[in-house]
């Protein structure tokens, strides 16, 4: 944390169009949890289930909903949204590893590849024919972008990022560490004559829009024919594996090891559970919500939550209640015909 | 795409053995959906829920099944297989990025490895002692080809592969991005009176068969004491994990985030669904299918199909009905009673 | 495996407190099963399904419990467990790869980086500003170590591992190709007047305790606010998920594809199956196991085994049972209102 950098009070609550209450000379030069925080930090209450941390908070400035400002035990800023108040807050004193403008010694840039004086590409990066490093870019240690690939201005790769080839990334997009785009689809027909299989070249590519983020050692295939796609501002977490012809739309984000399969189709403003997993082919309505390790089976017009999986339990009981599953037709039969006998009496 | 390569349609029937309908001298440099393939692109009708698109399409050419030969608007070849017969024709649409034969000057190979001289090795590749790179066989840049392994004649290592130690892969065998073969298997023993885990050390290797596929970020380990093997033409999809000793059947294909546990033995020709799981020591049968995110608990003696799991619901009836699930073993002896109450009466 | 190194029967004995019998000057220089090794090669017993195998072992060393030293046809080793001597014993012909102290010439080093003198770096290493690389430390080829990370003593990144920034490792830690530790944990916060996403700054770091193992392509995200943590002895094999301000008790394993969602706190001596899951600020207490596939959607306090899922049948009856369980919550009911029928009889 860079010591130099703080705010007051009157600063951060003019800067964020946010209500203050306090002493509006009290500065604070970093962020930490109601519990961690001192005086010199600024904290926020959004969940209610620490509400009881407030009153005993050492935190220089609190982030609060009205509701809670009297519990506040210093200054506050008054926030409709204090988790989202915080994030823009926060943002202020985050020190990103510095990115010296150019390209390292080390990195092999094909002679036709255009790279902008303003971007940054470094230590043993390889960058391939016609690809593209636009205004701003950075690309950190080990990142490969192949031929005919682009990344958008001010968009970075953080280390080892792998982009294999028809990628084009658009503006500030950020790809962590691992992450693999535009690798093969996994097309292959069965040759059953030669009792083998045919592989399909997989001849898309990748279209990720402006904001997006792609999260540790994820996987974003390239299309077969056409391109996969993720709109603007689609958030994914690590380990998430994006199929061939997959269409993410914008402001979609999936939590950690979810995957779709191919020529999937997901909506706008969902929310993908972690290890959740999407068939092929199937397409998601705007605002559905899959919650954690679902199974979605069918398409899914309407809005909402949708869920699969049975309970945790102690594994003694489950494993009665497991066995007496592959029975649950016959019981409803059972059931039926004992309401039957019933009606009959 | 390379413009210059065009095929008519008489070259394709000829090449590939089919029957040609139309216009002999229909000539396509590419191929598309049957939506968006123009005149100068081949397409092609293999599931029935797109033949509406067929008598509308613009493509030059159309593989179709026999069936569906009078819908066609223009020129057509007839297969049995119209995928298959498309997987073969597109093929000879792709443009493979091109490999240079010879060893970038950024790689690092030990004196003692041996790199053929028609193999390409490419950027920031390290090659370790012993290790072989046999004809043809293509390293992208960032591949780690560690002490001891082989790569096979016209392999070939898109990018950022690991290698690790003691892997022999076979000819022809495509590894994406991100791969790792050959780690250290997950192997322990529990010292009770140290009250901490001891490693096992994994003293074997890993075989990949001919012709086999492994997909981006892929993991396989190597053998505690004999090998993880892999036979030919076997297709691993992205973000798999094999564990050690497992032994997989030529011709098996695995979807998705799969997963199979130490020392499973999966049969030949079988198909694994998206994040599906095999657990340890089991052995399933040749031709046996498991379909997306099942866990297979024991083994399996006879080819077919296999799932488990619960169906997607709205998150609202999911709950009530999940939490009727904690009780089905005592719902089970309940309805028995009550049928033996009824046989008494 | 390296011919010159062998042991006695009776330096084994002595090496490791274990009873021995038969002729003490039995030598073997590797391991195997029992059913592959031969006159020169230890084995062992811990399975009782292996027992058969016993009589006919050509081992020249077989490791037992005294109940099985009966049928042992030669040379054996006693011990209460094993598996356990046989782990200590195998160590001793593991044969890692050569590691020279010094750093390559084609790492790329900051000048404020502290790279001890009897430490290896290997080629095409990065190392970043104010990093440190402990006494005997081990990177293989491709690791990069971002600014302010610490490698511990005698710790090995085996190849290709990447710690992103604030990433402290302790001593003797083992991390396995792909592994991505410290990256960005997923937090957001969604701005309802923009309509998009606000990231929020991953300001906390990693620490990972002496004597962890980390698997291939596991990703550990550094925390929000506070560390990420895992304690001593904890054992993550592949392809494992652990989201920032997750904190995972010492002496903990999981099992491949694992995943632990965002500030959940996991004890000490916990087993977690694959591919399970644990949601978010849930807290597990010490001596938890959870088997394969579960997930864990509420806290859980008491040790013990949990499960959940449903098991694996043919597709056909399953499709059918599956079925039902849309309808458990009124098939209870329906229940419910017989016996109440029949009480009122």
Redesign the interface.
């Known amino acids: 944390?860079n010591a130099t950098i703080s705010y007051t009070l009157a600063e951060l609550a003019e800067r964020f169009d946010l209500a203050a209450h306090g002493d509006a000379s009290v500065r604070v030069d970093?962020?930490?949890?109601l519990a961690?925080a001192g005086p010199s930090q600024l904290s926020f209450l959004a969940n209610s289930k620490y509400t009881a941390q407030l009153a005993a908070s050492r935190a220089g400035i609190v982030v609060v909903r009205a509701e809670n400002l009297a519990e506040c035990p210093g200054a506050a800023l008054v926030a409709a949204?204090p988790?989202?108040a915080?994030?823009?807050i926060?943002?202020l004193?985050?020190r990103l590893?510095?990115a010296p403008v150019g390209i390292?010694p080390?990195a092999?840039v094909a002679p036709t590849a255009r790279v902008s004086a303003s971007a940054s590409v470094?230590?043993?990066c390889?960058i391939?024919?016609d690809a593209v490093i636009d205004d701003g870019a950075v690309l950190?240690?080990?990142c490969?972008v192949?031929?005919g690939c682009t990344v958008g201005a001010h968009s970075r790769l953080?280390?080892?990022v792998?982009l294999?080839?028809r990628v084009t990334l658009g503006q500030r997009v950020?790809v962590?560490?691992?992450a693999?785009i535009g690798?093969?689809g996994?097309?292959?027909?069965?040759?059953?004559r030669g009792?083998?299989?045919?592989?399909?070249?997989q001849?898309g590519g990748v279209r990720i829009g402006d904001?997006c983020?792609i999260?540790?050692?994820t996987?974003i295939?390239r299309g077969a024919?056409?391109d996969t796609v993720l709109e603007e501002?689609v958030?994914l977490?690590?380990?998430i594996?994006i199929?061939h012809n997959v269409h993410v739309g914008a402001?979609t984000?999936m939590?950690?090891?979810a995957?779709v399969?191919g020529s999937a189709k997901i909506g706008r403003y969902c929310m993908i559970g972690?290890?959740a997993?999407v068939?092929g082919h199937l397409e998601l309505a705007d605002r559905v919500?899959?919650?954690?390790?679902?199974?979605?089976?069918?398409s899914i017009h309407e809005p909402?939550?949708?869920?699969?999986?049975?309970?945790?339990?102690?594994?003694?009981?489950?494993?009665?209640?497991?066995?007496?599953?592959?029975?649950?037709?016959a019981?409803?039969r059972?059931?039926s015909a004992?309401?039957k006998?019933?009606n009959h009496e």
Not at 30 to 33: H, S
Not at 289 to 298: P, R
């Open positions: 944390m970093g962020v930490g949890t961690a949204d988790y989202l915080y994030a823009k926060a943002a004193f985050e590893p510095a390292h080390s092999v470094g230590p043993c390889v391939g024919d950190g240690p080990h490969i192949g031929d953080v280390a080892r792998t294999v080839v950020l962590h560490p691992g693999v690798s093969d996994f097309g292959l027909a069965f040759d059953r009792g083998h299989w045919i592989k399909l070249p001849l904001d983020e999260g540790a050692n996987t295939d024919l056409e501002d958030r977490d690590n380990q594996q199929a402001h984000a939590a950690g090891c995957a399969a972690g290890n997993g068939l919500t899959i919650t954690a390790k679902s199974l979605v089976t069918h909402g939550e949708y869920s699969s999986g049975v309970p945790l339990q102690e594994s003694r009981p489950w494993r009665k209640n497991a066995a007496r599953f592959k029975h649950l037709d019981y409803a059972r059931l004992l309401e006998d019933k």
